[in-house]
């Protein structure tokens, strides 16, 4: 039984990276206003996404049951290793996460 309220907020996270500490994620952080909470990683997308700190972070709100989507601009962001990304999604798609990306509107 989990230790959060029934009505306990869950948090929707936007995953946001960069591979070196110069880049910035600017582009990245659409609508971020709708987000509980960014997650950044400046690391190489080799490394596999919950070997990253964010991804360590974001695993820490999947045990503690206040996880409910992770959101993320491209694909890309994910990683390098197209394995790592199928087993990334496939993880949170057996966890009933949501995942998705964030959609900028223009008018």
């Known amino acids: 039984m989990s230790d959060q309220p029934k009505n306990a907020k869950k948090l929707k996270v936007l995953y946001v990276r960069v591979s070196s500490l ?10 971020e206003k709708d987000y509980s909470i960014i997650c950044e990683d400046r690391c190489s997308g ?16 999947l045990e503690k049951g206040v996880l409910e989507s992770v959101s ?4 890309d962001r994910l990683g390098r ?12 798609s057996e966890r009933r996460i949501c995942m998705g990306t964030p959609v900028k509107l223009t008018t």
């Open 72 to 75: 993320v601009w491209q694909i």
């Open 46 to 61: 080799a490394v596999p996404f919950f070997q990253r700190q964010a991804g360590k972070d974001i695993m820490g709100y």
């Open 22 to 31: 110069e880049q910035n994620t600017d582009r990245q952080r659409v609508n």
């Open 81 to 92: 290793n197209l394995r790592d990304i199928i087993n990334t999604i496939h993880f949170f």
